[in-house]
């Protein structure tokens, strides 16, 4: 079964840093592109970054571009979000996928929580 | 980048009706489309993918169909487990993805 859990969502202050992961299992993960995505309270969702299974390519959103960084460990299993100068905009639910065939996320994680608030 | 316009943003209908939630892209894209739904508190499940082929496990009252700009979302016979929104999504033809801004399908 395929399995996606993310941690590390906390609250913090604006300008500070966190560092999500999403522990995959029940799949082969060096063959997947994986993906993070966002959804602020009450709002829709919004793609954050892609990573390929290389490693090598990854791609952002504007409005994370320079801030946040997409990264993956093949020997743990596991898929990161490294989220500095954050911002009150970033307060979401974050999401890690796999992404699948026709590059559609077929699974996600149940999700972590990120508030930016002083 | 690539825009996707759902519509309605809303809608209400009866159990057993017959539902459309249109998806529109701002350029070609020509079947790389999909759908997903999200009930509250929940993560977003996929049902749709490259347009028309339904994810395993997913009712077959959910279809999808389109091609180009043009794509839409069709629940048969509407049930009362799908009050829930809805996403399309494309991710493809670019490195980016773009997500429609939803539509909340509400039981009568």
């Known amino acids: 079964e395929v399995q996606l859990v993310e941690s590390g969502g906390d609250l913090v202050q604006p300008g500070g840093s966190l560092r999500l992961s999403c522990a995959a299992s029940?799949?082969?993960?060096?063959?997947?592109?994986m993906t993070w995505v966002r959804q602020a309270p009450g709002k829709g969702l919004e793609w954050v970054a892609n990573i390929d299974q290389d490693g090598n390519g990854k791609f952002y959103v504007d409005s994370v571009k320079g801030r946040f960084t997409i990264s993956r460990d093949e020997a743990k299993n596991s898929l990161y979000l490294q989220m500095n100068s954050l911002r009150a905009e970033d307060t979401a639910v974050y999401y890690c996928a796999r992404i699948g065939g026709a590059s559609a996320f077929d699974y996600w994680g149940q999700g972590t929580l990120v508030t930016v608030s002083s | 980048d690539i825009q996707m316009t759902q519509s309605p943003s809303s809608l209400s209908a009866s159990v057993g009706d017959r539902v459309t939630i249109t998806c529109r892209a701002s350029q070609s894209i020509s079947t790389y489309l999909n759908w997903y739904q999200q009930k509250p508190g929940k993560a977003p499940k996929l049902l749709i993918y490259?347009?028309?082929s339904l994810q395993s496990g997913v009712p077959s009252r959910f279809s999808g169909s389109g091609s180009g700009t043009d794509f839409t979302l069709t629940i048969s016979r509407l049930q009362p487990e799908d009050s829930a929104i809805y996403y399309c999504q494309h991710c493809y033809s670019s490195p980016t993805c773009t997500f429609g801004q939803g539509t909340k399908v509400e039981i009568k």
């Open positions: 490259a347009a028309s």
């Open positions: 029940g799949f082969t993960f060096s063959g997947y592109r």
